[in-house]
């Protein structure tokens, strides 16, 4: 399947990560899409599982090498993607 929104490079940005415990860590954002974000972490929340990235909800779709990868729960705008991780 391929990828359904253009994904953006973004390595060096940071953001924070909350997860369900309310625990907030300092990420690296390696891309972002409309639909989802890749965040390098050594953290490892469970597939499935809710978090805000910068001000984003997201769920857990998948762990990789260097982190993680989330699934929007809304679609971003060019404009909220902007406003939302600057």
Do not use: C, Y
Request: net charge positive.
């Amino acid at each position: 399947a391929g990828r359904s929104h253009e994904r953006v490079g973004t390595r060096g940005r940071r953001t924070t990560l909350r997860v369900e415990d309310g625990v907030v860590i300092d990420v690296e954002l390696l891309d972002l899409s409309a639909s989802g974000a890749s965040i390098a972490t050594p953290a490892r929340p469970p597939i499935g599982s809710f978090v805000v990235a910068g001000k984003t909800r997201a769920i857990v779709r998948r762990h990789h090498e260097h982190g993680i990868g989330l699934q929007f729960l809304s679609l971003l705008s060019p404009e909220a993607m902007r406003d939302r991780f600057p």
